[in-house]
Nanobody, 128 residues
Framework: QVRLVDSGGGSVQAGGSLRVSCVAY????????VGWFRQALENEREGVAA????????YYADSVKGRFTVSLDTDKNTMYLQMNSLKPEDTAMYYC?????????????????????WGQGTQVTVSS
């Protein structure tokens, strides 16, 4: 059974950059939809980015388009989220997740319930 471990969060000033990572242990990502979600205090979990490991289709939330980039390194069994031009409203706990056996389909970022395995989260804090 796959286990996901998130890392790379931290504190940065507005306009700065961070890269968070998600390593899969126990199994490869395989044929799956893998994504990043975030949750700020008192907010619902929000989809940020997703990528299909088979078809390579990539999805971004409108709020991060042009600033965030999701990528996969299959040799390292790792997914990355490069975050540039960070804003205070990007402050949240960031979680990676995978929906195994499927590709992302339509609107994966609106369907966190479709993702069966989650990382423990890594905190990103952006100060103004």
């Amino acid at each position: 059974q796959v286990r996901l471990v998130d890392s790379g969060g931290g504190s940065v000033q507005a306009g700065g950059s961070l890269r968070v990572s998600c390593v899969a242990y126990g199994a490869t990502f395989g044929w799956s939809c893998v994504g990043w979600f975030r949750q700020a205090l008192e907010n619902e979990r929000e989809g940020v980015a997703a990528i299909g490991t088979g078809d390579g289709k990539i999805y971004y939330a409108d709020s991060v388009k042009g600033r965030f980039t999701v990528s996969l390194d299959t040799d390292k069994n790792t997914m990355y989220l490069q975050m540039n031009s960070l804003k205070p409203e990007d402050t949240a706990m960031y979680y990676c997740a995978t929906a195994r056996g499927v590709q992302c389909g339509d609107s994966p970022l609106r369907q966190p319930g479709a993702f069966g395995t989650w990382g423990q989260g890594t905190q990103v804090t952006v100060s103004s």
